[in-house]
């Protein structure tokens, strides 16, 4: 049995994505394990404290089509099947907690950027993955 039946790699969609996925896919290759792609839509209300009295609606479903279709791409080119692929809007952190126990996943990979000094007091996403996770984590540092 391998150590890791389902794995969830969570990507950010940005031009480093690929190596978090290239990290992702020699694991399945040696293990076999089921790989699911995701990107976590942070609400765009977020990024204005909700002070705006506007509707949103419109271009939050134009960022969420945006994140399907690049996810897509990188679902066809690493041999990840379209059911493995899953967009969700929320905080990144709180979204992959969720998915991992929904779909009893045995492994994380996230990507890093190996922040120091003020940034790392602040957190980032692979921090908050880490921190109350229910299976391992792997970060993958972002070159």
Known sequence: MAVYGKILVAIDLTEEA??????AKAI?????????LVHVVEPVGYAYGGDIP???TELQEQLDKAAKAQ???YGTQYGVPEANLIVTVGRPESE????CEELSVNLVIVGSHGRKGFQLLL???ANGVLHGAICDVLAVRIR
Not at 18 to 23: G, I, M, R
Not at 96 to 99: D, K, M, V
């Open 96 to 99: 992959i907690h969720r998915l």
């Open 54 to 56: 506007m509707d949103l």
């Open 18 to 23: 690929p190596q978090v996925l290239e990290k």
């Open 71 to 73: 996810l897509q791409s």
């Open 123 to 125: 957190g980032s996403t």
């Open 28 to 36: 399945r290759e040696s293990s076999g394990a089921e790989v699911i």
